[in-house]
């Protein structure tokens, strides 16, 4: 399973304050289920940090997490479904929604309402998550048993073929 987590969740988990228990919660149950991952047009979101030293500890604690490979890159229909405003910072949200939408990551996580609200109006709301939504759908998660079968192997759902012929069905 594959997580996004915002730019507000990044700079949360990387700041130099305490954190709070719901996001090491977050983080150790993700940690059991999914890979945490962040879109590499993060980066210029967290370039925008008016606050110099947060800045730039938070980019250079980027390279830790894994970053999402060639994501999708969405078309002016979908950047208008959400609602966006044609904004920098929008941009960026409307990215990682969009990797969402074209299940690239199974779910994105952030504190952002707006984005979560965008993410309505595109039928994502089940797919983007709070923290303490997260938290507790991974924890359910790690409690199940999947049944496993040698012929079977996990990919990443955005890479299957949907034209080929056992899909028709």
Not at 84 to 106: F, G, H, P, S, T
């Given at each position: 399973m594959r997580t996004l987590i915002d730019t507000n969740v990044l700079i949360q988990l990387e700041d130099d304050k305490i954190l709070e228990k719901r996001f090491t919660d977050f983080v150790r149950e993700a940690a059991k289920n999914s890979t945490l991952l962040v879109h590499p047009n993060i980066r210029e979101d967290v370039q925008r940090d008016l606050n110099r030293e947060r800045r730039e500890r938070t980019l250079s604690k980027l390279g830790k997490y894994s970053l999402l490979?060639?994501?999708?890159?969405?078309?002016?229909?979908?950047?208008?479904?959400?609602?966006?405003?044609?904004?920098?910072?929008?941009?960026?949200?409307?990215?990682?929604?969009?990797?969402?939408?074209?299940?690239?990551?199974?779910?994105?996580?952030?504190e952002d309402t707006e984005i979560r609200k965008w993410a309505s109006r595109v039928g994502l709301r089940e797919r983007v998550l709070s923290i303490d939504e997260a938290a507790v759908m991974f924890a359910r998660l790690a409690s199940r048993v999947e049944p496993t079968h040698p012929l079977m192997r996990a990919i990443p759902l955005h890479s299957l073929d949907l034209t080929n012929g056992f899909f028709d069905s």
């Open positions: 490979d060639n994501p999708p890159v969405p078309d002016q229909s979908f950047y208008t479904g959400t609602g966006a405003k044609d904004q920098a910072n929008d941009r960026v949200d409307v990215l990682l929604l969009y990797a969402v939408y074209k299940d690239a990551v199974n779910f994105l996580v952030t």
